[in-house]
């Protein structure tokens, strides 16, 4: 029996399975949490991805591994592999006006064009321009950069800071690698040419820096011991693969944010920057909406209850559908689809009939539903065909929110069993490397 590893290092946590390659059965798992906030130190990841790999039993009997891992955040590196500041998340608005300026700058045409992407606040590049103009001394260390997923692959094959070469961008940084998927998200690497457009790399940071080697699907390197180790991949990418998401195929996934993306043969390009036009890990494209709010919407509703989330549920589900007239905006972060970073939550429609626990309970299923749901509106618009929708992440455990799904996305819904899908994705991934 050949056994293979996943991760599956998210915004919260870092999940491991240890995968029969044959079967596909997970055998062993481990988990750690990660520390809350937009800016974290990586070295946290790094402690988080031992702690959960020695609870899945370690790699001695691995033969194969790949790390998938939330999309977007900077990691930013000096010349010798050291960490210059926190690392900022995909849910850090702060760079939201770094963001509006590159599109100022270009245009949103040109931007789409190039990259497939329209840059938001959430995008590694609009990162790298915030860090610039409020961090000169820490941008102008800038030596290389790289996601969360590049960077602890990086790590776990042996480099980092304690096998630092000091010369500036020598071979210690040369071994950073990355996939497509994840690549793509940075608004620096066109899914379309499968190229870096380095003109907008150093448009955001002010001068030129090492980026990871992008790896094809079929591509493996190596890490100290002799093991392959996989491209790995974005988590919406990597779920996509655990998920054996083919074309026709929907996934929405309702987790700490809401994702909305489908396997699709041609590349995306939407100058309004709702679809962003991302690489799947598998050598296809993956069109995205993402929204901010998504599964916090039912926790801050059911926290304003004082209900469980199975009540809530119940509640939900004894309104009828439009909740009376009552309807709840969930921008309670900000949101990145629309682009409305500095939004807030909303309830419109209060009338003395209409204002239930019932119907409030309904409102905030329905209006968290009627985010993602424009999400596959725009993809449809785009001429992604949409057969089926995959209802994935904590926010699908929720009986109400399964069985309004249907009502509406507009097409069936189908929810696969629980399970660490972004992990499994990766492990699947690294067995394609074996004999």
Known sequence: MALVLGVDSSTQSCKVVVVDSETGAVVRTGRAAHPDGTSVNPDAWWAALT???????????????????????????????????DALLWNDTRSADAASDLVEEFGAQELADRTGVVPVASFTIAKLRWLRDHEPEHAARVAAVALPHDWLTWRLRGYGQEGADSAPHGPVLDELVTDRSDASGTGY??????????????????????????????????DA???????????????????????????????????VFAVSA???????????????????????????????????????????HDELSRLALAALTGAGG????????????????DATATLHGMTLASTTRENLARAAVEGMLSGLGA???????????????????????????????????????EVPAAGEYVAIGAARQSATLLP
């Open 375 to 413: 999400g596959l509106d725009a993809l449809r618009e785009a001429g992604v065909p949409l057969r089926r929708a995959l209802l994935i992440g904590g926010g699908a455990q929720s009986e109400a929110v399964r069985a309004i799904a249907p009502e509406v996305f507009g097409i069936p819904v």
């Open 51 to 85: 702690t959960a790999i020695d609870e899945a039993g370690g790699l001695d009997d691995i033969e194969a591994w790949a790390i998938g891992g939330q999309q977007h955040g900077m990691v930013a590196l000096d010349h010798s592999g050291v960490v210059i500041r």
């Open 326 to 341: 009552l309807a709840l905006t969930p921008y309670f972060e900000g949101e990145r689809t629309p682009n409305l970073p």
């Open 189 to 222: 690497w066109s899914a379309a040419t499968g190229e870096y457009d380095r003109e907008l790399l150093i448009a955001a940071l002010g001068h030129d820096a090492v980026l990871p080697r992008v790896l094809g699907a079929a591509d493996s390197v190596q």
């Open 225 to 259: 011991a002799g093991r392959r180790v996989a491209p790995g991949a974005g988590d919406n990418a990597a779920a996509a693969l655990g998920l054996g998401a083919g074309p026709g195929d929907v996934v929405v996934s309702i987790g700490t944010s809401g994702t």
């Open 266 to 308: 041609e590349p995306s390009t939407d100058p309004s920057g709702t679809i962003a036009g991302f690489a799947s890990a598998d050598g296809h494209f993956l069109p995205l909406v993402c929204t901010l709010n998504a599964a916090r919407v039912l926790d801050v509703t059911a926290a304003l209850l004082g209900v469980s």
